[in-house]
Structure formats: C-alpha cells, structure tokens
C-alpha cells in the first residue's frame, strides 16, 4: 500500500502531508457530459424549463459545489480557489459538454475540485430537467487537464 499516499504503512486512512511541498499555481480541467432527447435539449437552450435557466443553475452550483470539495471528499484538503470557471458547450442536438476550470495557488491540486464542479453542474442539470426526461445520461467524467506541482503537466489523450 505504500504506493497509495491516502494510506500510512499499516493501512490506515490519512490525510497526505503537504506541508513541505511548495505553494505553485495549480490548474485544473475537468469535463462532464449530460445526453438527453433532442427537445430536452431545445427546452434548456430556450430557456423554457420551468424552474429557471437551467444552464445559469448548473453553472452556480458547480462554482458552490467546488467550494464544498474537502466537505465531500474525506480525505481532501480545503483550498483557497483563486477561480473556477464552467462553460457549456453544444457539440450536437443530444449532447451538452461542461467544461470546468479551477485555479489556485498552494501545495496540493486541484483535481478534484474541477470534478466535482462538473459533477454536480451534471446532476442540476439532470434535476431541473427530470420532468422533460428521465433517460438522460451523464458522463463521461473526467479529467483532461492539470499542471502545477510535482508531478508537472497532464493532457488526457483523446480516448
């Protein structure tokens, strides 16, 4: 277990020490996607769901939700974001990409706050919607960027 740094040679659950590591700025890219019927789709771009722009939801809860990571996450560190950006893209009449970008400056990543911002930008997107469309899909979720730190720059390949 030695290779797992979440675990002391024993076993045990700990939180990683990152106290000796250097503060550097870390971003991290993360993407989401939410598949759904083509008039769903039409319904969120038309702001025409009931509960409101959904997209502006979503986009808001991913921001709140990023804040939240170490809350969720048991062995993640609290982080001081400096920014967290989501965009929402329309690669076709099915599907909508969320894309999300996390900043800061410290001594551990910010990986799994951008996964989480696009997760739970996912999952409102899905609540306001389920009315429309309860086949809606999500996911992929995944990482496709992050630099900063140690273990230096990763590009997901196209996969």
Do not use: W
Not at 78 to 105: A, M, Q, Y
Request: hydrophobic content about 40%; overall charge negative; charged content about 25%.
């Amino acid at each position: 277990m030695s290779d797992l740094t979440h675990f002391d040679e024993e076993g045990a659950s700990r939180m990683v020490d990152v106290g000796d590591k250097a503060v550097t700025a870390r971003i991290a890219v993360a993407e989401s996607f939410v598949s759904m019927l083509p008039h769903t789709q039409k319904l969120i771009l038309d702001r025409q769901i009931s509960k409101g722009d959904v997209l502006e939801i979503a986009r808001i809860a991913g921001i709140m939700a990023t804040k939240k990571t170490a809350d969720l996450i048991p062995l993640c560190h609290p982080l001081s974001i400096t920014s967290v950006r989501l965009d929402f893209e329309v690669p076709n009449e099915t599907l909508i990409r969320i894309l999300g970008t996390v900043k800061v400056d410290g001594k551990t990543g910010v990986e799994m706050e951008a996964l989480t911002a696009v997760s739970i930008a996912a999952l409102t997107i899905y609540d306001m919607c389920k009315a429309a469309d309860r086949g809606m899909t999500l996911g992929p979720t995944r990482l496709v960027e992050k630099s900063g730190g140690k273990s230096g720059h990763f590009i997901r390949e196209t996969y």
